[in-house]
């Protein structure tokens, strides 16, 4: 029999216990020296010459070679069998020794009795042993067993037939006025109109690794059509249809369509507080007192005056809010106005306007100020983004703060949590104090009375639910950490002039203006705010 890769194989002779080095045949491996130097291990010789068998391994060339390893005779060795599995459990690879001169060769029964007793019970490669039994190989590796591999699923998919990125910001006209006749940013549905497919998840299969044990199939996201009032889906359910004509959005995976309650003239005594599902378009104005609640967008054509007005969507102000110090906007989406005036806004989304005067304006997205008069002139305008516009405060010095930064409640939160993480902290050092006492105890093999074994499992397991709540409370302050760095590289631009008496805050630094700056942008700079001109 031809033998390709090298190998040895034990010899015993009257004057002692040698190991026969077999060089390779053209093309196949040296004999490794480790696997030698394990094998003798293996079979508890621990003294020999092993410098010496290094280097003859290493001088071996076209001779078969014989080196005494002990003087005695050691027992007979028959074929041994090595078995590895990789780290994954995903396929398991044989490699045979021979036996000793006065040993004997594995059966086919013993290669898979040994198979089996080191666990591999999936994907055998029988062939492959067959194989090796018709013509031995010996320190040859192969593989003997592969898994059964997962089939793997597939991601829902939904495809929305409308625009779900609407942009509410007006067009400037050339000689930078604001056009606010020119929004167009509903949606507009016909009844039976397609909004949405879905194509859903195919789950795959798991598999089998070679131990037997399954292999889970990597999860997919499963998602179904959700939908308010006003839809109807398809008997499968993969298709989302409109019942009505109106205005369709999407909010967080959710499609809602609502038709839009038109008010004629002034939302007044003649109409009392509006309140309504959809969409409300007053054409006419929105008298001091009254209030209009949507929970889809809110669109007037007159003048705000000291009102509310509270939206799930945008608002759009086509005039503007007078608001006489009791008007509010409070949109849940973005806010666009001709002008805000002595009033209170928030806005989820950004705000787009002409000017803001003597107002408490918050945004979530940016504040942009750059119409035709492109004015900020007292009262606090807050942004997590970006604040820009031509003027800043007025010649008079009228305070004005503008102010770039983080969410209050989620600052606070950020606060809450490292204060909760030094308590639990303090809580685990008490629990372990305890557990110690008692491991000890049970180590010394002493009796505990009920109660106190009771007390030590409770620490046990406070501690184990402690570094839980330690662990999240750590994601969660990370993801603050990030968001408070995404803020600090906020700018408020002033493209014209900056009057003294405004007030520039990004991330709870402070600026102040002292005297007039012109074409400004103020940005963080490590632990400073500083102007730059633009």
């Not at 495809?159 to 006209?173: E, G, R």
């Not at 499609?255 to 309650?261: A, E, K, Q, R």
Request: aromatic content about 6%.
């Amino acid at each position: 029999m031809k033998y390709k890769n090298g190998f040895f194989q034990l010899i015993h002779k009257e004057n002692g216990t040698y190991m026969r080095l077999f060089p390779p045949a053209k093309g196949g491996n040296k004999i490794v020296f480790d696997d030698v130097n394990e094998y003798i291990h293996r079979i508890k010789i621990e003294e020999y010459d092993i410098k010496g068998l290094h280097r003859t391994i290493e001088a071996l060339k076209d001779e078969v070679v014989d080196f005494k390893i002990v003087n005695d005779t050691v027992y007979s060795e028959h074929e041994y069998m090595k078995i590895e599995v990789n780290k994954d459990k995903t396929e398991a690879k044989i490699c045979f020794y021979p036996p000793s001169n006065t040993g004997r060769l594995m059966t086919r029964e013993e290669i898979l009795n040994d198979l089996e007793h080191k666990g591999i019970r999936h994907g055998i490669i029988e062939r492959n042993i067959d194989l090796y039994l018709k013509a031995r190989q010996f320190c040859t590796e192969f593989v003997v067993a592969r898994a059964t591999l997962p089939i793997q699923g597939k991601n829902a998919v939904i495809t929305y037939h409308f625009s779900t990125q609407i942009s509410s910001k007006p067009t400037i006209k050339e000689d930078g006025s604001v056009d606010f006749h020119r929004i167009d940013n509903i949606n507009r549905i016909e009844a039976g109109d397609l909004l949405a497919t879905l194509e859903p998840a195919e789950m795959g299969k798991p598999g089998i690794d070679v131990t037997g044990a399954p292999i889970k199939q990597a999860k997919v996201s499963v998602k179904t059509l959700k939908h308010g009032l006003n839809i109807r889906l398809s008997e499968d359910g993969t298709k989302m249809y409109s019942q009505v004509a109106g205005h369709v959005s999407l909010t967080e995976d959710k499609v809602f369509v609502s038709n839009t309650y038109e008010v004629p003239a002034d939302v007044s005594t003649s109409t009392g507080d509006i309140e309504y599902d959809g969409n409300v378009y007053v054409k006419g104005n929105v008298i001091t007192g009254f209030k209009v609640e949507a929970k889809g967008d809110i669109i007037v054509d007159g003048v705000v005056e000291g009102a509310t007005l509270i939206a799930g969507g945008q608002i759009v102000l086509r005039r503007g809010i007078q608001g006489m110090n009791r008007g509010i906007l409070h949109a849940d989406g973005d806010i666009v106005t001709k002008f805000i005036e002595n009033s209170e806004v928030y806005a989820g989304g950004s705000i787009s306007t002409d000017a803001i005067m003597h107002s408490n304006v918050v945004a979530k997205g940016e504040v942009v100020s750059t119409g035709k008069r492109g004015l900020i002139i007292g009262g606090t305008v807050k942004s997590e983004e970006n604040i820009s516009m031509k003027v800043a405060g007025s010649t008079m010095g009228t305070k004005t703060i503008l102010e770039i930064g983080m969410d209050p409640a989620l600052l606070s939160e950020y606060k809450e949590l490292d204060k909760q993480m030094v308590d639990m902290s303090e809580e685990i050092e008490k629990h372990d104090k305890v557990v110690g006492i008692y491991a000890s105890k049970v180590k010394k093999g002493e009796k505990i009375p009920e109660d106190k074994m009771k007390q030590y499992l409770v620490a046990k397991k406070s501690i184990e639910l402690l570094k839980e709540n330690i662990e999240n409370a750590e994601k969660r302050s990370a993801e603050l950490r990030e968001e408070m760095e995404k803020h600090s590289h906020g700018r408020i631009k002033v493209s014209d002039i900056a009057y003294p008496g405004v007030k520039v805050s990004i991330t709870n630094t402070n600026y102040t203006v002292k005297g007039e700056m012109h074409r400004t942008q103020f940005i963080k700079d490590r632990a400073l705010v500083k102007a730059v001109l633009l």
